[in-house]
Nanobody
Framework: QVQLVESGGGLVQAGESLRLSCAAS????????MGWYRQTPGKQRELVAA?????VTNYAGSSKGRFTISRAENTFYLQMNSLKPEDTAVYYC?????????????????WGQGTLVTVSS
């Protein structure tokens, strides 16, 4: 079974750093794009950063200059520096992949389970 497993969330103070990881496992043929999103109660999930298979990155305005998305094989990372209380959220990884599922090649989007990041002031 193909899945995305996240790790690295936690509680930090404002100004500190965290690195989130998302490992894709299973029979994966290719990964077209990977991204990090975040969500707070009562709000829609929003893009934080994304990286395409060619390495092109895209950042939300609030992330630029502080967050860095990177990829190593089937694991991708979000390095978050200079964290602010408003960065507090559940962070989800997302990937658009081609993979084998129940013996069939499938192309679709998957989400991780989410990891909580709390930044105290």
């Amino acid at each position: 079974q193909v899945q995305l497993v996240e790790s690295g969330g936690g509680l930090v103070q404002a100004g500190e750093s965290l690195r989130l990881s998302c490992a894709a496992s299973g029979y994966i043929f290719s990964i077209n794009s990977m991204g990090w999103y975040r969500q707070t109660p009562g709000k829609q999930r929003e893009l934080v950063a994304a990286i395409a298979s060619g390495g092109v990155t895209n950042y939300a305005g609030s992330s630029k200059g502080r967050f860095t998305i990177s990829r190593a094989e089937n694991t991708f990372y979000l390095q978050m520096n200079s964290l602010k209380p408003e960065d507090t959220a559940v962070y989800y990884c997302n990937a658009v992949m081609t993979f084998r599922e129940s013996g069939i090649m499938t192309h679709r989007e998957l989400w991780g389970q989410g990891t909580l990041v709390t930044v105290s002031s």
